[in-house]
């Protein structure tokens, strides 16, 4: 266990400039006669005017700049190297949040809410409400280090626990997280917990349901015909996921070698699984934001360690638990609309996985909740912080 080292991104312009010439010098091929929109995957006249943007506009000092402008650290927990942002807002070390981000998202997600949660006061808001914020990398992930193996999410969830007591001393804390932060998060609550009166995590929110009941089978005709609609959009949504479970290598020398192709890649299931209910693509996210998620993989070489992420899912045994086990740290969830591809569980459901102590609807919003309407993120982590 190491104490906190300041961190700084810069990237070697020898980095960037290779990077630029492999997106200049794609090689493009025919798209089918009848593509319309994202049918067949990534729309080709999308990615065709995201590469001029990207290689005529789009400036990676300027988002590092950006990146720089909050404090960020790495330490060494368990032999790892774990990259984390750090804000001490208004809370002035009293009010600890650990968020955890997901997969193909960064710690870049969390970006536009980082000022309101750590300094309310400034952005309209109480400064009662102010978190001291915690945003680590995954395992393998953007600035963190490359793990020799796969590491999973339970693994992670040890890993932050110890970030959060031994690291930063924080006693107590909340954890929230979405997409694989859901996951991460539920085992942070399910294992690390303060409800038996020790230390350790409080309280948990979540915006994707992460933990599976044992067993896992339908209990009314509601779950019954949740269950069915989830897996056929597992069938309609879920390639990659098989890919990167099962092949994760086979797909990595591919991204690996294509800065156009680990952009397809990602770009692909922001479209999917965003609320376009309302906006379109490039209205919910700017060309700037999406291209600086995606440099965040690039940068690093991170990719490939990425996608091992899921392939770690099973080798540490999947995300049920032990039959009548539950995760007993009080748990909040937050559904959003927008989200088609992991949709929520009837709540009967939850509360066999979870002591689900609040369920709030959202009005707007998808998968990658707190970058496309942070504002609605930041109002329900207040509200729900208030009586945890």
């Known amino acids: 266990m190491s104490q906190p080292r300041p961190f700084t991104i810069r990237v070697p312009d020898e980095k960037l400039a290779a990077i630029r010439a492999r997106v200049e010098a794609y090689k493009w091929f025919p798209a089918p006669a009848n593509e319309q929109g994202f049918a067949y995957g990534m729309s080709t006249p999308v990615m065709r005017e995201l590469q001029r943007y990207w290689?005529?506009?789009?400036?990676?000092r300027a988002a590092e700049r950006n990146l720089n402008a909050h404090p960020q650290y790495t330490a060494e927990i368990d032999g790892q190297t774990i990259h984390f942002v750090h804000v001490v807002g208004e809370a002035g070390g009293?009010?600890?949040?650990?968020?955890?981000?997901?997969?193909?998202g960064s710690i870049y997600e969390f970006w536009n809410a980082i000022g309101p949660l750590a300094f309310p006061s400034a952005h309209g808001g109480s400064a009662a409400d102010a978190f001291d914020l915690v945003i680590p990398s995954l395992p393998g992930y953007a600035f963190s280090g490359k793990p020799a193996s796969p590491i999973g999410q339970r693994a992670t969830a040890a890993l932050w626990d110890k970030l959060m007591r031994e690291v930063l001393g924080y006693d107590s804390?909340?954890?929230?997280?979405?997409?694989?932060?859901?996951?991460?998060?539920?085992?942070?609550?399910?294992?690390?917990?303060?409800?038996?009166?020790?230390?350790?995590?409080r309280g948990i929110h979540i915006n994707m349901i992460g933990l599976r009941p044992t067993p896992a089978t339908p209990q009314s005709p509601k779950e019954t015909a949740w269950l069915q609609h989830s897996q056929l959009m597992m069938q309609m949504e879920g390639a990659y996921l098989m890919q990167q479970a099962t092949k994760p290598q086979t797909l990595a020398m591919a991204l690996m070698d294509s800065p156009m192709g680990t952009a397809?890649?990602?770009?692909?299931?922001?479209?999917?699984?965003s609320d376009l209910s309302e906006r379109g693509l490039f209205e919910v996210y700017s060309r700037?934001?999406?291209?600086?998620?995606?440099?965040?993989?690039l940068v690093n070489d991170a990719i490939a360690t990425s996608v091992w992420y899921y392939n770690a899912l099973f080798q540490e045994g999947g995300n049920g638990l032990p039959e009548g086990e539950r995760c007993e740290t009080p748990t909040a969830f937050a559904n959003y609309p927008g989200e088609r591809y992991i949709v929520a569980?009837?709540?009967?459901?939850?509360r066999r996985a979870y002591n689900l102590v609040r369920w709030?609807?959202?009005?707007r919003g998808g998968h990658f909740a707190a970058m496309e309407v942070p504002e609605i993120y930041v109002a329900d982590l207040r509200e729900w912080a208030r009586g945890t």
């Open 55 to 60: 290689l005529d506009t789009y400036d990676w």
């Open 94 to 104: 009293k009010r600890p949040l650990l968020i955890t981000h997901g997969w193909p």
């Open 173 to 201: 804390y909340l954890a929230q997280g979405g997409d694989w932060g859901s996951l991460v998060t539920s085992w942070i609550g399910k294992n690390h917990g303060a409800h038996d009166g020790k230390g350790g995590c």
């Open 264 to 273: 397809a890649w990602i770009l692909e299931k922001f479209n999917g699984w």
């Open 288 to 297: 700037d934001q999406l291209l600086t998620n995606v440099m965040i993989y």
């Open 345 to 350: 569980p009837p709540e009967t459901w939850v």
């Open 360 to 363: 709030r609807d959202l009005p």
